[in-house]
């Protein structure tokens, strides 16, 4: 079984619609306990769920968006 996801806009295919919340975040680049998960409504849409845990296991659906949200330390510059 094939499922598609979106990352930050980017389309990836899983194997399985059981993965990991940090397994997601790397997809989108981004390095899990410094990132945050949201599920939203649609490409655009409002988030639905926000998931910090990088660990958790969550099952996704086909078609579902993601973004990542950066929450790690702030370096001033």
Not at 32 to 56: A, C, F, M
Request: no cysteine; proline share 8%.
């Amino acid at each position: 079984m094939k499922i598609v996801v979106f990352v930050n806009g980017e389309k990836f295919d899983l194997p399985s619609d059981q993965t990991t919340v940090g397994d997601l975040i790397k997809l989108g680049k981004g390095i899990p306990g410094q990132y945050d998960l949201e599920e939203r409504k649609g490409e655009r849409g409002p988030v639905i769920h926000t998931y910090s845990d990088p660990n958790q296991t969550i099952r996704v659906h086909d078609g579902e968006h993601f973004t990542t949200k950066y929450t790690g330390p702030i370096n001033p510059s």
